[in-house]
C-alpha cells in the first residue's frame, strides 16, 4: 500500500499509519510477504465443483452475533445480507442457481462461538462461503475456512488479523475494511487540519484517553497516543475499562479534575458510548470529544439523546449518504421498518453481492482458488465505497489515508453528530456538511 499526499496537498509534514505504528512498536503492518512456509492453501472441497453446476441452493453463511450484547450490530448484519440475498436472487441467482443465508450465532464473542460457527458452517453446512463483522482478535477460527476451501470475508478491522492472513500466506480470507491503526492516523490529519485552518483551537494540548481491555481499542489508543506525542501533546490520563461499562463517574471525575483539550475514547459499544457521552454532558469540559464507531450503530442516537450534539466519530467501512448509500437506506427502512445503521448493514450488503459477481466469474462458487483469484481481480464499488485489496494482506485499502483516488479505495468516514443527525464532515467527495466547534466549546 502506498501512501500519499493528500488531494488537499500543503507542506506540513502528513501524520502516516505507518509513521505511527512504527512509533508505536506495532508489527507486520505493511508489506508482509504472503506465501511463507506452513501457511494455509485454500483448494476446492473435494467433490465440490463436481456438484457446482447442478441444482440446489448455494449456501452462504453469515457470522453475527444476532443475539447478546452486541445485537444491534449482529441484527444490522443479517438485515443487509438478507437484501443482498433478496437482490442476488432476483437477478437469477449465482450461475442460475439461488443463493441460501445460513446465519451462525457467535453470541456475545466468546472466540470458542466463532470455532464451533466455523465448524458447523464449513463441516456440516458446507457453504460456498462466508461473511461477518466481527472474528477473534487471535484468528483462531480462521485455520477452519483456509483448510477447508471456504473463502471468507470479514469488517472486523483488527490489524491482527490482516497481519495473520500475510503471515500464514493464507489465499481465502479478505478483510473487506481498512484496518484499525487508520483510524489514529485519520483523525490526526483532520484534527491538525482543523487546528490550522482556525475552525478549532484547542484549550490545551493535552488528552484523556480511554479504551475497552481488546486489543482492537488498545491499539487505535496506543497508534493515537504515539502520534499526539510526535505533535507535542501531554497525555494527561489513560485507563482501560471492561466492557459492557455504564458508570464513566470514575473517569469524568478526573477528567474535570484536569480538563483536557481533547477526549478519545476507544471502546466501540454502542451503549457504553451514550453513557459516556450522557454523563460528559452534565458537566461538559472544553475539550473535543472522538467516541470510536459505536454511533454508527442506530441505539447509540436513542440512548444518548441530545446528550450526542458534537460529538465526532469514524469508521473505516460505511454506508455513503449518496444517491447509491441513499437508495440503500430507504429500502431497508423499507423492508424492516427501521432505520439503517451507518456502518455493518451496507457492508454485508455490498459483501454479498461482490462474492456473487466473483463467483459468477470463478464459473464455481464452490472453486475457492477460482473465487478468490476473481475476487482480487475486483474492484467493486457498493453502497460503502470502493472496494480493492492490497496483494500483501488480501486487506482493503483506505482513501484517502493510503490513496489519493476515491475511486481505488475504501473511504474513511468521519462525522459529527449535529442537532441529531449524522453529518458526514470527510472526506470529499463524500461529505454532506462541515465540522462545526460543538455546543460546550462556544
Same mark, same amino acid.
Given at each position: 500500500?502506498?501512501?500519499?499526499?493528500?488531494?488537499?496537498?500543503?507542506?506540513?509534514?502528513?501524520?502516516?499509519?505507518?509513521?505511527?505504528?512504527? *512509533?508505536?512498536?506495532?508489527?507486520?503492518?505493511?508489506?508482509?510477504?504472503?506465501?511463507? !512456509?506452513?501457511?494455509?492453501? !485454500?483448494?476446492?472441497?473435494?467433490?465440490?465443483?463436481?456438484?457446482?453446476?447442478?441444482?440446489?441452493?448455494?449456501?452462504?453463511?453469515? &457470522?453475527?452475533?444476532?443475539?447478546?450484547?452486541?445485537?444491534?450490530?449482529?441484527?444490522?448484519? $443479517?438485515?443487509?445480507?438478507?437484501?443482498?440475498?433478496?437482490?442476488?436472487?432476483?437477478?437469477?441467482?449465482?450461475?442460475?442457481?439461488?443463493?441460501?443465508?445460513?446465519?451462525?450465532?457467535?453470541?456475545?464473542?466468546?472466540?470458542?462461538?466463532?470455532?464451533?460457527?466455523?465448524?458447523?458452517?464449513?463441516?456440516?453446512?458446507?457453504?460456498?462461503?462466508?461473511?461477518?463483522?466481527?472474528?477473534?482478535?487471535?484468528?483462531? $477460527?480462521?485455520?477452519?475456512?483456509?483448510?477447508?476451501?471456504?473463502?471468507?470475508?470479514?469488517?472486523?478491522?483488527?490489524?491482527?488479523?490482516?497481519?495473520? &492472513?500475510?503471515?500464514?500466506?493464507?489465499?481465502?480470507?479478505?478483510?473487506?475494511?481498512?484496518?484499525?491503526?487508520?483510524?489514529?492516523?485519520?483523525?490526526?490529519? /483532520?484534527?491538525?487540519? %482543523?487546528?490550522?485552518?482556525?475552525?478549532? *483551537?484547542?484549550?490545551?494540548?493535552?488528552?484523556?484517553?480511554?479504551?475497552?481491555?481488546?486489543?482492537?481499542?488498545?491499539?487505535?489508543?496506543? +497508534?493515537?497516543?504515539?502520534?499526539? @506525542?510526535?505533535?507535542?501533546?501531554?497525555?494527561?490520563?489513560? $485507563?482501560? +475499562?471492561?466492557?459492557?461499562?455504564?458508570? %464513566?463517574?470514575?473517569?469524568?471525575? @478526573?477528567?474535570?479534575?484536569?480538563?483536557?483539550?481533547?477526549?478519545?475514547?476507544?471502546?466501540?459499544?454502542?451503549?457504553?458510548?451514550?453513557?459516556?457521552?450522557?454523563?460528559?454532558?452534565?458537566?461538559?469540559?472544553?475539550?473535543?470529544?472522538?467516541?470510536?464507531?459505536?454511533?454508527?450503530?442506530?441505539?447509540?442516537?436513542?440512548?444518548?439523546?441530545?446528550?450526542?450534539?458534537?460529538?465526532?466519530?469514524?469508521?473505516?467501512?460505511?454506508?455513503?449518504?449518496?444517491?447509491?448509500?441513499?437508495?440503500?437506506? $430507504?429500502?431497508?427502512?423499507?423492508?424492516?421498518?427501521?432505520?439503517?445503521?451507518?456502518?455493518?448493514?451496507?457492508?454485508?450488503?455490498?459483501?454479498?453481492?461482490? %462474492?456473487?459477481?466473483?463467483?459468477?466469474?470463478?464459473?464455481?462458487?464452490?472453486?475457492?482458488?477460482?473465487?478468490?483469484?476473481?475476487?482480487?481481480?475486483?474492484?467493486?464499488?457498493?453502497?460503502?465505497?470502493?472496494?480493492?485489496?492490497?496483494?500483501?494482506?488480501?486487506? !482493503?485499502?483506505?482513501?484517502?489515508?493510503?490513496?489519493?483516488?476515491?475511486? /481505488?479505495?475504501?473511504?474513511?468516514?468521519?462525522?459529527?453528530?449535529?442537532?441529531?443527525?449524522?453529518?458526514?464532515?470527510?472526506?470529499?467527495?463524500?461529505?454532506?456538511?462541515?465540522?462545526?466547534?460543538?455546543?460546550?466549546?462556544?
Amino acid at each position: 500500500m502506498s501512501e500519499q499526499q493528500p488531494p488537499h496537498g500543503g507542506k506540513r509534514k502528513r501524520i502516516t499509519r505507518r509513521d505511527l505504528v512504527r *512509533t508505536a512498536g506495532l508489527t507486520g503492518l505493511i508489506g508482509i510477504a504472503a506465501g511463507g !512456509a506452513g501457511g494455509y492453501f !485454500a483448494a476446492p472441497r473435494g467433490g465440490a465443483s463436481a456438484t457446482a453446476g447442478g441444482g440446489g441452493t448455494i449456501k452462504f453463511g453469515l &457470522v453475527a452475533p444476532v443475539t447478546g450484547p452486541y445485537s444491534g450490530d449482529g441484527q444490522e448484519m $443479517e438485515r443487509g445480507a438478507k437484501l443482498a440475498i433478496e437482490d442476488i436472487n432476483a437477478a437469477g441467482g449465482v450461475l442460475g442457481r439461488e443463493v441460501e443465508l445460513v446465519v451462525g450465532d457467535v453470541g456475545d464473542q466468546a472466540p470458542e462461538n466463532f470455532i464451533q460457527v466455523a465448524e458447523r458452517l464449513v463441516s456440516r453446512e458446507k457453504v460456498a462461503a462466508a461473511s461477518g463483522g466481527y472474528t477473534t482478535t487471535t484468528s483462531v $477460527e480462521f485455520p477452519t475456512y483456509a483448510e477447508g476451501g471456504v473463502p471468507l470475508f470479514h469488517t472486523n478491522t483488527l490489524q491482527a488479523n490482516s497481519d495473520y &492472513v500475510a503471515e500464514h500466506g493464507i489465499t481465502n480470507i479478505f478483510q473487506c475494511c481498512p484496518t484499525e491503526p487508520w483510524y489514529a492516523s485519520g483523525f490526526l490529519q /483532520l484534527m491538525t487540519d %482543523w487546528i490550522d485552518s482556525g475552525a478549532w *483551537t484547542p484549550s490545551s494540548q493535552t488528552a484523556a484517553v480511554i479504551a475497552s481491555n481488546d486489543s482492537y481499542s488498545i491499539s487505535i489508543a496506543t +497508534v493515537m497516543m504515539d502520534g499526539l @506525542k510526535e505533535l507535542g501533546w501531554d497525555i494527561t490520563m489513560y $485507563e482501560e +475499562v471492561s466492557v459492557p461499562y455504564a458508570d %464513566w463517574g470514575p473517569q469524568l471525575s @478526573k477528567i474535570r479534575n484536569d480538563p483536557p483539550g481533547l477526549i478519545f475514547v476507544t471502546d466501540y459499544l454502542a451503549g457504553d458510548l451514550a453513557s459516556f457521552a450522557k454523563q460528559f454532558a452534565t458537566a461538559p469540559t472544553p475539550s473535543l470529544l472522538y467516541q470510536q464507531y459505536g454511533p454508527s450503530v442506530p441505539e447509540y442516537l436513542e440512548l444518548a439523546g441530545d446528550a450526542a450534539d458534537g460529538v465526532i466519530w469514524s469508521t473505516t467501512i460505511g454506508t455513503l449518504p449518496d444517491d447509491i448509500g441513499t437508495r440503500f437506506r $430507504e429500502r431497508y427502512l423499507d423492508a424492516f421498518g427501521t432505520e439503517a445503521g451507518l456502518s455493518q448493514s451496507g457492508a454485508q450488503y455490498d459483501i454479498l453481492r461482490m %462474492w456473487a459477481q466473483a463467483a459468477s466469474r470463478a464459473g464455481d462458487p464452490y472453486d475457492s482458488d477460482k473465487v478468490s483469484a476473481a475476487m482480487k481481480g475486483l474492484t467493486f464499488r457498493g453502497v460503502v465505497g470502493t472496494y480493492r485489496f492490497a496483494e500483501e494482506d488480501l486487506t !482493503a485499502i483506505p482513501y484517502p489515508d493510503a490513496v489519493n483516488d476515491p475511486s /481505488l479505495g475504501m473511504p474513511h468516514l468521519t462525522y459529527q453528530i449535529q442537532q441529531q443527525e449524522q453529518v458526514l464532515i470527510s472526506p470529499e467527495p463524500y461529505i454532506n456538511g462541515a465540522f462545526e466547534l460543538p455546543g460546550w466549546l462556544r
